[in-house]
């Protein structure tokens, strides 16, 4: 498709991903509209207001018409998921359905990405996992992931909507105020012994915010978009005790921690992602786990 100038629409601009995305795309001179749940005063001309209790995006490509459409929008927490499975469920699976309905009806040109998670994996059994292994989800929120793909699926075998899912892992970055690093630096704040779930040997693979933004870039102009998957990542196992080392190491005083054993629920063990297709797509890295990291305890020492 021609690159040099496209209409993009970003579901969940405001969200973590979502905004950096926005901020990607609109750095390489793309038209960016946003869309969320929140109001927008300064982009009120390229935003559409979504109601929460009721999400309906048919006005978004009735009034518009885009080249490609980025859901980045979505619950992302496992034990919300547990804790409130109909919530996510709604978020992350009948969410997706309406966004293509309305893409059907009113925009069906449109190329749609859809951010989906490693948690579709589960604990797979061989390690790197690729995208032809099992799904095989232990949370609510992998489970409806795995049917937002399939979702995807649908829309593209049916109604030849140009759909791909991506398979996100362990995303990280500035903006991001929850999961392993952000709750490292409040458990840091608060003083005293450190307590963390798990062993410490389980592993992620982490992918930075801004090459996570490059991966979706790289997806928009050269994927099939013939409801296939894919995964995002770095290709890289990295133990969570050699996170947290990395991470508290940054600190002026290293604070003690101790793993509990405990592991928590919905949670996989270990992950390792092969890349090979977003490396055909023309993925590098830009930023290591070292540099990231460092990058992200410098934002968070700012938002205290």
Sequence with gaps: MNTNSRKI???????????????????????????DVVIDYEKSNRYFLIDASNSDYREIFEMQKFDVCI?????????????????????NTVNVFKLLDAI?????????????????????????????????????Y??????????????????KIHTCSLRIFSAYGEGLKKQLFWDLYQKKLKGGAIHLYGSGAESR????????????????ENASFAGEVINVANGEEVTIRECVENFYGLFPVKPEYFFTGQEREGDPVNWKADISVLLGLG?????????????????????T
């Design 205 to 220: 693979d982490f992918i930075h915010v801004v090459d996570l933004a490059f991966a979706i870039q790289l997806v928009s």
């Design 9 to 35: 629409i970003i579901i969940g601009s405001k969200g973590f991903v979502g905004s950096h995305v926005s901020l990607h795309f609109e750095g390489m001179g793309h038209s960016v509209w946003g869309a």
């Design 142 to 159: 992998g489970v409806h992931k795995v049917l937002s793909e399939k979702i995807c699926s649908e829309f593209h075998q049916f109604f």
């Design 71 to 91: 859901n980045c929008s979505g619950a992302a927490s496992v034990p919300d998921s547990i804790i409130h499975p109909l919530r996510d469920f709604n978020l």
């Design 283 to 303: 993925y590098k890295k830009k930023i290591t786990l070292k540099d990231g990291l460092a990058r992200y305890y410098e934002w968070c020492t700012k938002q």
């Design 104 to 140: 059907r009806i009113y925009c069906p040109q449109c190329r749609f990405i859809n951010l989906s998670s490693a948690a579709v994996y589960g604990n797979p059994n061989q390690l790197p996992v690729t995208e032809i292994l099992p799904t095989l989800p232990v949370s609510p």
